[in-house]
């Protein structure tokens, strides 16, 4: 890595999938006809606006359970994706609440599956610049033989790769999907899987994987140690980058919120929302796609004088309850219908679990000895400081997706 950072930023979810105690009769009203009517091909953008509000609605969530002062961040895209995947083998009760959850009763399953194939096939296209790695595993137990149609949706419109574990060896079957993990996130995701069920019939693993490069690299040596202050009883010492150039930038007075751009070379960007002094609750109430939209919409060039911490944040969730929370309950529960994955054995989601790592840095400094000089105006550059608790998102253009999102409460966290 001869001095070139980058700032990468992934995440893994986990879907685990167990025997449900009750043998009971099967239902199928599967409207098997209905799915079939090809409505012209969806385009992945009809997934952007749905996806967008669960992405906000997850992170009320998880920001209201959250202890004061922790990192929040997590992978939208990944999660809904897990989620569409799992509702391909849902039918009933427990596909309309999955559906209705993500926000995409207008729409039929073949529809969002051909959506997300398109997705996949626009993000498929990465440029060298950056990588971009969004995909899914399924570990089957050993023996358990889901039905073929199941399997081949996964594999085709979710680029999943499907293999065998044997699950009443616990600790080889964790350290199996560990490695399957570990091999698509960099090594950076190594033991997300600590115990699992000898009960397990499968488990359903998404991963989004991201490296990008800025397109305005920060310069190593204007990097000073500063203050940052994560709340009013607490400061920490971060790594302070510094840069001083044209920035995609706009100050929304009405909402109490600075917004600025930060390109990664690809069709990515970093959208960084710094809300006033003491404003942060208020700014959280209040966003929501609209604003995301309205913000991108709204920023123009300007000079700024940015400074903004160098960090790697970790974080683990298990969504169980948030996802009860947002209505998903029967696939849960004893009631749970998933016929579509097998018709003979009854299976319920026992736990969904999911890890998000962040880091961002400077690009190295060779890098940073060829960049351009930029021509500035006269006038006084804006200085925006990320010195207490900020906003960020990881956008992706061509398919209007959010990567990734969280608050950043504390950089020195791991």
Known sequence: MRGIFVSCALSALLLSVAWANHQEGHHHHH???ASHSHEGELSCHKLSSPNADFAFALYKSLNANAAAGKNIFFS????????????????GETHSQLFSSLGYSAHTQEQVNEAYEHLFHMMGHSQADQKLDVGNGVALRTGFNPLEKFLKDIKHYYSGEIFNVDFTKPADSAAEINRFIASKTNDKIKDMVKDLDPEMAMVLINYVYFRGQWVKPFNGN??????FTVDEQTKVQVDMMMRTGRFDFYQ???????VIM???KGNTSMMIVLPDEGKMKEVEAYINKDNIKNWHDSVFRSSVALFM????ISTEASLDSTLKAMGITNAFGET???SGISSEVKLKVSKVSHQAVLSVDETGTEAAAATTIEVMPMSMPEIIKLD?????????HSTKSILFMGKINDPTAM
Request: glycine share 6%; no cysteine.
């Open 252 to 258: 929304d007075a009405n909402n109490h919120a600075t």
């Open 309 to 312: 911490p160098k960090f790697s």
């Open 262 to 264: 930060l390109p990664y």
């Open 336 to 338: 749970a219908d998933f």
């Open 31 to 33: 409207g098997a006809d």
């Open 388 to 396: 207490r608790p900020f906003l960020a998102f990881i956008l992706e």
């Open 76 to 91: 939208p895209l990944g999660i809904s994706t897990a989620l569409s995947m799992l509702s391909t083998g849902a039918a």
């Open 222 to 227: 204007l990097t000073q140690k500063a203050e």
